[in-house]
């Protein structure tokens, strides 16, 4: 079955990353959650996907340059539908305090583009393996780097490149690069990528596929999971399809 993975939550229908939008996925019963991870000035993991607050938040910078007091001071639900929802930027630990309490899978992209200071990737690795939860995580960034580190330090954790060009032979980049899985974008996955790929056991994960029409694909090919904004849709796509 392939499973769906909601994109920063219920990104359709909440605040994006926030813990309003991860409760609603688990509420319409998606598969797994997909998340970003940076850290606050003071060395702390928190989800937020932009290099700045402006898009998602009342507030202005970058979060590099604000402390976590500062971060939850500002509402991550002020520009979504006219700030109807008011929610705060998690942390990491909090995320994974509730989602203990459920059955999900998570995707914890890297949002870095260092290739050098890995403060990001060792801190995530130390909060999911203090809280158990290696076997339900997969790491995945656009920074491969990242995840090739990620992997040299915590083997038993699942790996994915995030990526939006198609790459050739891509079951053999990532074999070489030791990820158990491609993250690509729908539009670089055509069915004949998908089949070779599964065959040659690498998993496959489209993002972000919001389209029925591309639902109606990769369901047909049998992809290991896609990544979407609405979640309770695609699940309801996926049962009428297969019922």
């Not at 702390?44 to 604000?66: A, C, N, S, W």
Request: positive net charge; proline residues 3%; hydrophobic residues 35%.
């Amino acid at each position: 079955m392939t499973y769906i993975f909601a994109h920063r939550g219920s990104t359709g229908t909440h605040p994006e990353n926030t813990m309003s939008a991860f409760q609603e996925a688990a509420r319409v019963k998606a598969d797994g959650i997909e998340l970003d991870v940076r850290l606050s000035k003071d060395g702390e993991v928190v989800i937020i996907h932009d290099e700045t607050v402006d898009r998602t938040t009342d507030g202005k910078g970058y979060v590099k340059d604000l402390t976590v007091k500062e971060l939850k001071s500002l509402n991550a639900g002020a520009k979504f539908k006219g700030g109807i929802h008011q929610a705060e930027i998690p942390l990491l630990k909090e995320f994974l305090e509730w989602f203990k309490t459920t059955n999900l899978v998570c995707n914890i992209e890297f949002k870095t583009r260092s290739i050098k200071n890995y403060d990001l990737e060792r801190k995530t690795i130390a909060i999911v393996k203090d809280m158990h939860l290696d076997d339900r995580i997969i790491f995945s960034s656009f920074n491969h780097f990242s995840i090739v580190y990620a992997y040299r330090v915590a083997q038993n954790i699942e790996t994915a490149p995030l990526y939006s060009e198609s790459i050739f032979n891509p079951w053999i980049y990532a074999k070489a690069i030791r990820a158990k899985a491609i993250h690509p974008n729908f539009r670089s996955c055509p069915n004949e990528l998908i089949v070779k790929t599964q065959k040659h056991g690498i998993k496959v994960r489209p993002y972000t596929v919001n389209d029925k029409k591309e639902w109606l694909r990769l369901f047909n090919c049998r992809v290991d999971a896609i990544i979407t904004d609405y979640p309770e849709k695609a699940r309801d796509f996926r049962e009428q399809l297969f019922t």
